[in-house]
T-cell receptor, first 115, second 114 residues
């Protein structure tokens, strides 16, 4: 059953703590993305990666970091520098060959809350 | 940089009413246009997309959208909504060159009441 798996579904962060959100895909897609969804704000791009070992900042990258060591994995770390981390985080992927025209496949999301 | 405006934050309709959700984008070049939908408790999924050709595109579940280049618009329509259309709808755009990521609008929440 192909798709994108995000874990955990719910995550709590203490002040000053870094947390890592997992995103794994078995669709053999080249491109992967992280979006943040806030009520009334839509989806805002945090980071994206079009190929292994390469990634680019999105519109709101400050306070976040990513890695792309494997094609199927694109973990997102929310660092202590992110002052307002409470949000719903969505991971997505696309085939990537003609990336601009390909639809995105989304995971089920991770809700991050600050304790 | 591209930007997308969805002017309706929350729309409430009765079943069988007609739907039109507005979407305007800001970008000077050629664009690809998308509508995504997020049903309660489900993943975001693609409704329809436009790249070129006929500006009236049809998607899943009876939805359609019309690209009007002169108005920088890509409005979503459905002649008769059902209760199951209750969801959040997102318009998205990217430049039709290279592998540019999608820019999403803020979304419109549609509530269909019986």
């Amino acid at each position: 059953d192909g798709g994108i798996t995000q874990s955990p579904k719910y995550l709590f962060r203490k002040e000053g703590q870094n947390v890592t959100l997992s995103c794994e895909q078995n669709l053999n897609h080249d491109a992967m993305y992280w979006y943040r969804q806030d009520p009334g704000q839509g989806l805002r791009l945090i980071y994206y990666s079009q190929i292994v070992n390469d990634f680019q900042k999105g519109d709101i990258a400050e306070g976040y970091s990513v890695s792309r060591e494997k094609k199927e994995s694109f973990p997102l770390t929310v660092t202590s520098a992110q002052k307002n981390p409470t949000a719903f985080y969505l991971c997505a992927s696309s085939i990537g060959a003609e990336g601009s025209r390909e639809k995105l496949f989304f995971g089920s999301g991770t809700q991050l809350s600050v304790l | 940089a591209q930007s997308v405006s969805q002017h309706n934050h929350h729309v409430i309709l009765s079943e069988a009413a007609s739907l039109e959700l507005g979407c305007n984008y800001s970008y000077g070049g050629t664009v690809n246009l998308f509508w995504y939908v997020q049903y309660p408790g489900q993943h975001l999924q693609l409704l329809l997309k436009y790249f070129s050709g006929d500006p009236l595109v049809k998607g899943i579940k009876g939805f359609e959208a019309e690209f009007i280049k002169s108005k920088f618009s890509f409005n979503l329509r459905k002649p008769s909504v059902q209760w199951s259309d209750t969801a959040e709808y997102f318009c998205a755009v990217n430049a039709n060159s290279g592998n540019t990521p999608l820019v999403f609008g803020k979304g419109t929440r549609l509530s269909v009441i019986a």
